[in-house]
């Protein structure tokens, strides 16, 4: 079935469509067309470590933990672990060493992200509200700790809508072993209209748009489904004309119309066989592709299937998409395959942190060469760090009272703003640390947006992505 023939039978939507259009326009908090300020940036990016990444292993030099590994840890205060009893002060098992102009020290798990080290502002004084996966993971993408709320990508498509109308404003590249805590709780619309969802794209898989294409069967013919989607049109226009104030309807037949275009846009997209051999390398992609041996957690598995979203990620930003979320890690099991590290730290990071590394760095590269790191904002987030000291002798239980974020791109700086004290454990300067409010309203300002204004009104109270709360960081702002 060609394109055309194809969407001969969504005609009877049209005039749903136009409501859906009408309906939109009014939409209080929708601003495409008249932001609150000119932006600086008009896309996002998050890569999220599920499972909770050490910021000391990764990002946030301690050597203080180094010159006293195996000695007693004592921050002099009680402390309060989510699985264990404080152990030992415990050195990362990777060495640091500076990189850029500014001489960031980063741990040689992450050496490749040294090339772009100049371009990342870290914030090493983010603190959370709870040690839970689920809960931690909840605030960082949506702003609460309860299911209930839009996630950040929902409120971006929300409030700028789409720049291209045959792909969705806002796409999720999952794990490849599956969901993380909440599963799509993390991507919801909840009460905003249901098209402002994440539409999951699994890169590399046999199909990797569920349901996108009708189902091989002797009885579904062009004809026939032709013929169905003619019956249905005119069943959902009348349906739509009878209740006007039912986005429910409109949403699905939105959707469905966003089917038929994405059969051939979003095979384009994820079609990455036409990219230059260079760019593969870059990315690291194997040459076995997706059929990679994952068998056994490996670094080569982890830069094949990290590589391979940031380079979709990136194909479907230039064709207008508004906000990626790419996933590293899935809910918990056995073997590990996520960064929740409680048993041995070496064993679980490696080989997530080299692909999660090799895949961010040829990303940030990759929009670079093309003009589109300016006005597109990465954002590296997890759900909260690893302590200080050791649980049992080779993993590191949860620490929500300080981990790292970093952003670039969009009109933000390089550099360091907020550090950890010493240990790492808690914020250096405790009465001013960071949250998410303030890495989320830092990143609704750099799109145009102001985010005390951003607001939907549910169940009696004005709704914001930052809550009551946020700030903008400015002082990383060129």
């Not at 001969?8 to 067309?33: I, K």
């Not at 264990?84 to 798990?109: E, I, N, V």
């Not at 100049?118 to 996966?133: P, Q, S």
């Not at 890690?329 to 090799?358: C, Q, T």
Request: charged share 25%; hydrophobic share 35%.
């Amino acid at each position: 079935m060609n394109r055309r023939n194809l969407l001969t039978g969504f005609t009877g939507l049209a005039l749903s469509e136009l409501l859906w259009r009408e309906g939109a326009s009014a939409e209080t908090g929708t601003l495409t067309g008249k932001l609150h300020h000119p932006p600086r940036a008009k896309r996002v990016v998050q890569l999220f470590m599920a499972g909770a990444a050490s910021h000391i292993d990764l990002w946030d030099h301690k050597p203080l933990l180094t010159k006293r590994d195996g000695q007693p840890w004592d921050p002099g205060e009680r402390v309060e672990l989510f699985q264990s009893t404080p152990g030992a002060c415990f050195g990362s098992p990777w060495t640091f060493r500076p990189h850029g102009q500014s001489g960031k020290m980063l741990s040689d798990l992450v050496a490749p992200l040294g090339a772009v080290a100049d371009d990342l502002a870290f914030v090493h004084n983010l603190v959370g509200k709870t040690g839970v996966h689920s809960q931690g993971t909840l605030l960082q993408t949506t702003g609460f700790q309860l299911p209930g709320f839009p996630s950040a990508g929902s409120w971006v498509s929300y409030a700028l809508g789409s720049e291209n109308d045959n792909l969705p404003s806002f796409v999720v590249l999952p794990d490849h072993r599956g969901f993380a805590s909440n599963g799509a709780k993390n991507w919801a619309g909840a009460f905003l209209p249901a098209r402002h969802q994440g539409t999951v794209i699994r890169p590399g898989a046999a199909e990797p748009v569920s349901d996108l294409r009708a189902p091989g069967s002797p009885f579904i013919t062009p004809r026939s489904d032709r013929a169905g989607l003619e019956a249905l049109s005119k069943l959902n226009a009348r349906h739509a004309l009878e209740r006007p104030g039912d986005d429910r309807l409109l949403a699905r037949v939105r959707s469905y119309e966003l089917a038929a275009a994405m059969q051939l846009s979003a095979t384009d997209a994820l079609d990455t066989t036409g990219e230059p051999a260079f760019i593969k390398e870059m990315y690291g992609l194997a040459p076995e592709g997706p059929g990679v041996d994952d068998s056994v957690i490996n670094a080569k598995a982890e830069t094949e299937f990290f590589g391979r979203k940031c380079l979709v990620a990136r194909r479907l930003l230039e064709r207008g998409v508004r906000f990626v979320q790419i996933w590293s890690g899935n809910d918990n099991g056995f073997p590990r395959r996520n960064w929740d590290s409680h048993e041995d730290v070496k064993r679980d990071h490696e080989p997530l942190a080299i692909g999660m590394a090799r895949g961010a760095a040829a990303l940030i590269r990759d929009l670079k060469l093309r003009g589109m790191l300016e006005d597109t904002i990465v954002l590296w987030t997890t759900e909260f760090g690893r302590m200080p000291c050791s649980q049992g002798s080779k993993g590191r239980d949860h620490n929500p009272f300080v981990f790292t974020n970093w952003m670039c791109g969009g009109g933000i700086k390089g550099g360091t703003y907020g550090e950890s004290d010493e240990w790492g454990f808690r914020p250096a300067d405790r009465e001013h640390p960071t949250t998410v409010y303030d890495i989320h309203a830092t990143i609704l300002h750099q799109l145009g947006i102001d985010h005390e204004r951003l607001a939907v009104r549910h169940n009696s109270i004005d709704r914001r992505l930052t809550d009551v709360h946020g700030r903008v960081l400015r002082d990383m702002l060129g």
